[in-house]
């Protein structure tokens, strides 16, 4: 699976290899079940798919702060958002909240909402934690996207999934530095490592799901390769984000 890679990094982070999984792609997945993830997002720049997202209250989206890239809109509705989609509804992004400690992906953070312009109506919200808590590793998970099945293959239309296991942190972090970085805080680690499945350029600020929850919004890959495997995907954990999250669904303001 891939992140929305239309998104353009600092000259650092594209020194050190980094690169936002924009786009959205999906690296040996298949087509979703109408029934799977109806609280999809597709985040869109300038109408055009950059980033996934989550749906987790009517007029919330939770993605990536690094998708916060030009002119936003945010589609739900649909698992196809082709030009001819059927049920694919686009709402206009009347707020962003970006977490105040973010920077760049390599210092993490990496989280955002989005407030729509109005209330979705009758698509179900997204479980994500109730409170604080590690997730451990060789949990199988998902994540869903829009876009490539391969490095450099051209996006689709309609939505897959992924199977993928988390990575013990501790061996996440080794690996990482034997590349140069040292990971940041309040992150997991699943796919693309000692196995063929993954994200890949087109992903960004998609959901991490595991047994029913959103446990991670999809942060980062190494460089643009998406040939598994790896060093692990790295994603933003959202237990670690409740209160900041809360905080701005209760607030007029971010």
Known sequence: ????????LTALLSHQGLTGVSRTEIINGQKAGRSLFPFMASVQNNLKPSCGGVLIQKNFVLTAAHCDKGNLSVVLGSHNIGENSKGAVRFAVERKCIHPS??????????????????????????????????????????????ATETSVRAVDDLRVVNVS???????????????????????????????NGACQGDSGGPLVCAGEVVGVVSFNMKKNCDYPNVPNIHTQVSSFLSWIRKVLNSSTC
């Open 102 to 147: 973010f920077k760049n992906v390599k210092t993490g953070n990496d989280i955002m909402l989005l407030k729509l312009s109005k209330k979705v109506k009758p698509i179900k919200v997204a479980r994500i934690p109730t409170k604080p808590r590690a997730v451990g590793a060789n949990i199988r998970c998902h994540l869903a996207g829009w876009g």
């Open 1 to 8: 699976m891939a992140a929305p890679l239309t998104l353009l």
């Open 166 to 196: 988390t990575v013990d942190l501790d061996v996440c972090r080794k690996q990482w530095q034997d590349v140069g970085l040292s990971l940041p805080d309040n992150v997991v680690c699943a796919g693309g490592y000692k196995s063929k």
